[in-house]
T-cell receptor
Framework: DARVTQTPRHKVTEMGQEVTMRCQPILGHNTVFWYRQTMMQGLELLAYFRNRAPLDDSGMPKDRFSAEMPDATLATLKIQPSEPRDSAVYFC???????????FGPGTRLTVL | QQQVKQSPQSLIVQKGGISIINCAYENTAFDYFPWYQQFPGKGPALLIAIRPDVSEKKEGRFTISFNKSAKQFSLHIMDSQPGDSATYFCAARLEGAGSYQLTFGKGTKLSVIP
């Protein structure tokens, strides 16, 4: 049963702390997306990778957010320093370049106090 | 700039009724229009999708109607069931350059009551 996995599922931290969220895309998928979901803004695309190379991170606040793919089985999203306004659910999704469907993980619910 | 506008924000439908969710887009370069379904505590999952060269697509109780000239598309859920209660997102993909980025509407929370 292939699925996208994300860790941690829940994270509570204090303002100013570093937060790292991890995603394991479905094996064989070559595109990875990071989204942020809030009640006010809905689903926002933060960053997008193909074949581990970042293609678009224009949705990400560059001063505090960074996204990487150290290898094909791991994508990371890091926030340093975190702020209360970063509180949201962060989703990772993966897909195939030749297909349209994006498969979402279960999300990481981040609360910054 | 919100490129995909979705309405209503929330919807309550009686079991067996028809649920209708509408979306409007601005960019005529969008070439793929999926609907995603999200249950509480889960990630969104693809429900049904359409391309602009067809006006309607049906899969079981779910139908997308697409009006290219009006730049609108809608999701119809026939014989709505309590298990359909979820948040539904329309989305649109920008054509070209191998881009697979989706722009999502803000979602519609559907509640189907017995």
């Amino acid at each position: 049963d292939a699925r996208v996995t994300q860790t941690p599922r829940h994270k509570v931290t204090e303002m100013g702390q570093e937060v790292t969220m991890r995603c394991q895309p479905i094996l064989g998928h070559n595109t990875v997306f990071w989204y942020r979901q809030t009640m006010m803004q809905g689903l926002e695309l933060l960053a997008y990778f193909r074949n581990r190379a970042p293609l678009d991170d224009s949705g990400m606040p560059k001063d505090r957010f960074s996204a990487e793919m150290p290898d094909a089985t791991l994508a990371t999203l890091k926030i340093q320093p975190s702020e209360p306004r970063d509180s949201a659910v962060y989703f990772c999704a993966s897909g195939l370049r030749t297909d349209n469907e994006q498969f979402f993980g279960p999300g990481t619910r981040l609360t910054v106090l | 700039q919100q490129q995909v506008k979705q309405s209503p924000q929330s919807l309550i439908v009686q079991k067996g009724g028809i649920s209708i969710i509408n979306c409007a887009y601005e960019n005529t370069a969008f070439d793929y229009f999926p609907w995603y379904q999200q249950f509480p505590g889960k990630g969104p999952a693809l429900l049904i999708a359409i391309r602009p060269d067809v006006s309607e697509k049906k899969e079981g109780r779910f139908t997308i109607s697409f009006n290219k000239s009006a730049k609108q598309f809608s999701l119809h859920i026939m014989d709505s069931q309590p298990g359909d209660s979820a948040t539904y997102f329309c989305a649109a993909r920008l054509e070209g350059a191998g881009s697979y980025q989706l722009t999502f509407g803000k979602g519609t929370k559907l509640s189907v009551i017995p």
